[in-house]
Structure formats: C-alpha cells, structure tokens
C-alpha cells in the first residue's frame, strides 16, 4: 500500500466533508453536502457531530451547516510558502 492510500478514513470524509463548501457558499444542506461529496446523509451526520464539537461547522436555525470560526484560524495561519 502507498503513501496515498494509507490514513484515516474518518478524517478523509470530515476534510471532504469541508471541502464541500466552495466560495460564496453561506450555508449547504444536507442534501447538498451528500450530493457534493458523495457520501450518505448518516455517514455526514455522524462526522459533522465531531466537526461541529471541534467548531469546523455550525448547525444553524435553519438546520443548514455553514464553516464554523476554527476553519476561519487555520486559514489566517497559512504559512506563506503553502500558498
């Protein structure tokens, strides 16, 4: 087994699952997520437990998920050569 193909398949899904939101986004469904990634609603329902806990995501009012405040901080600590 390669390099690529080793991991943790939870974490795969959860940064997929982040990946799913694109610019100009606000907010996605569930069923936009499912659709985005490919995943089952159950399967994103479980991870988003763990990402909302983390503050990757929120739930909002509306039950759609929007990129929480903890997404926003890794993005200001870029360093300048990953760019």
Same mark, same amino acid.
């Given at each position: 087994m390669n390099e690529a193909q080793t991991g943790v398949a939870?974490?795969?899904r959860a940064f @997929?699952? #982040?990946s799913a939101f694109q610019e100009?986004?606000?907010?996605?469904t569930l069923a936009i997520l499912a659709r985005r990634t490919g995943?089952?609603?159950?399967t994103i @329902?479980? #991870?988003?437990?763990s990402l909302i806990r983390a503050g990757y995501v929120v739930r909002l009012p509306d039950g759609n998920y929007a990129v929480g405040a903890a997404a926003a901080k890794l993005g200001r600590l870029?360093?300048?050569a990953a760019a």
């Open positions: 939870a974490v795969d @997929l699952i #982040l100009g986004d606000v907010s996605l995943l089952y609603k159950s @329902l479980r #991870l988003m437990q870029q360093h300048p």
